[in-house]
């Protein structure tokens, strides 16, 4: 319990100076089928320094650590904090085609990035340069200052990402607001696997979420492929374990 309130200090020390801190975290990566989500969480410093963060933040982990009732419990904490406006929590979903078209890779960005719109559009992010004295009545309307907002994504720094931000590798285990973003990203994404169960029964989406499995890779040889498999990573997958020639089933 001890390390887990060292995510709330992480988060103390990252905010100062800043209006507001954004946690982002993404699950599905890694999976065989379904897409990839990613959540995002903003914070302020009274939020961290209230008393929902100083008598529950401890409960939080990174998702992976956490039991499917923990994280469920939680997710409903975190929409009702929501509600109230203490936090602002949202999610993105890059679906199997746009992982297919733009990689893995390209598919958590475009994931990331539609989170992180929930919350900011990219160009709140920019620099702008303040009216002067002299600037007429529609440039000064038209004036939005940056947002003091920083963002934190869970491993390294993205290349070639619109939102400015800082890497941190195991952030999910370090700060409060990613793996608060990484138990958004996990309920939403089981979620989505629980329905998909239900249009492609037989594969056992509701239990393994896509991972690759013993059971999975069974149900795979058995009723080959459906519309939520990711192609390269099944084959990708299936090479190691079996003669090339005999994968018909994909």
């Given at each position: 319990?001890?390390?887990?309130?060292?995510?709330?200090?992480?988060?103390?020390?990252?905010?100062?100076?800043?209006?507001?801190?954004?946690?982002?975290?993404?699950?599905?990566?890694?999976?065989?089928?379904?897409?990839?989500?990613?959540?995002?969480?903003?914070?302020?410093?009274?939020?961290?320094?209230?008393?929902?963060?100083?008598?529950?933040?401890?409960?939080?982990?990174?998702?992976?650590?956490?039991?499917?009732?923990?994280?469920?419990?939680?997710?409903?904490?975190?929409?009702?904090?929501?509600?109230?406006?203490?936090?602002?929590?949202?999610?993105?979903?890059?679906?199997?085609?746009e992982i297919e078209q733009h990689n893995i890779l390209?598919?958590?960005?475009?994931?990331?990035?539609?989170?992180?719109?929930?919350?900011?559009?990219?160009?709140?992010?920019?620099?702008?340069?303040?009216?002067?004295?002299?600037?007429?009545?529609?440039?000064?309307?038209?004036?939005?200052?940056?947002?003091?907002?920083?963002?934190?994504?869970?491993?390294?720094?993205?290349?070639?990402?619109?939102?400015?931000?800082?890497?941190?590798?195991?952030?999910?285990?370090?700060?409060?607001?990613?793996?608060?973003?990484?138990?958004?990203?996990?309920?939403?994404?089981?979620?989505?696997?629980?329905?998909?169960?239900?249009?492609?029964?037989?594969?056992?989406?509701?239990?393994?979420?896509?991972?690759?499995?013993?059971?999975?890779?069974?149900?795979?040889?058995?009723?080959?492929?459906?519309?939520?498999?990711?192609?390269?990573?099944?084959?990708?997958?299936?090479?190691?374990?079996?003669?090339?020639?005999?994968?018909?089933?994909?």
């Amino acid at each position: 319990m001890g390390k887990r309130r060292q995510l709330r200090g992480f988060d103390l020390k990252q905010i100062e100076g800043c209006a507001g801190l954004i946690g982002v975290d993404e699950a599905g990566r890694g999976a065989l089928a379904g897409p990839v989500v990613a959540g995002a969480v903003l914070l302020t410093q009274e939020f961290l320094e209230g008393r929902w963060a100083v008598a529950k933040a401890g409960r939080v982990n990174d998702s992976k650590q956490l039991t499917p009732a923990e994280r469920e419990e939680l997710w409903q904490e975190f929409d009702g904090l929501a509600a109230q406006g203490q936090i602002h929590a949202t999610f993105g979903v890059a679906d199997v085609a746009e992982i297919e078209q733009h990689n893995i890779l390209g598919a958590t960005k475009l994931a990331m990035r539609r989170a992180l719109g929930g919350i900011y559009p990219p160009e709140a992010f920019q620099r702008k340069v303040e009216p002067d004295l002299f600037a007429s009545a529609e440039e000064v309307a038209a004036f939005r200052p940056t947002v003091s907002a920083r963002i934190l994504i869970d491993g390294l720094a993205l290349r070639n990402f619109p939102y400015p931000h800082t890497g941190v590798i195991s952030g999910d285990a370090r700060s409060l607001a990613i793996a608060m973003a990484s138990i958004i990203a996990k309920v939403t994404r089981d979620r989505l696997m629980n329905a998909l169960d239900a249009k492609h029964p037989g594969y056992g989406f509701a239990q393994h979420k896509g991972y690759g499995t013993e059971e999975h890779r069974e149900a795979v040889r058995r009723l080959g492929r459906c519309g939520q498999h990711r192609d390269l990573f099944l084959r990708k997958l299936f090479a190691q374990h079996t003669d090339p020639a005999q994968m018909d089933f994909l």
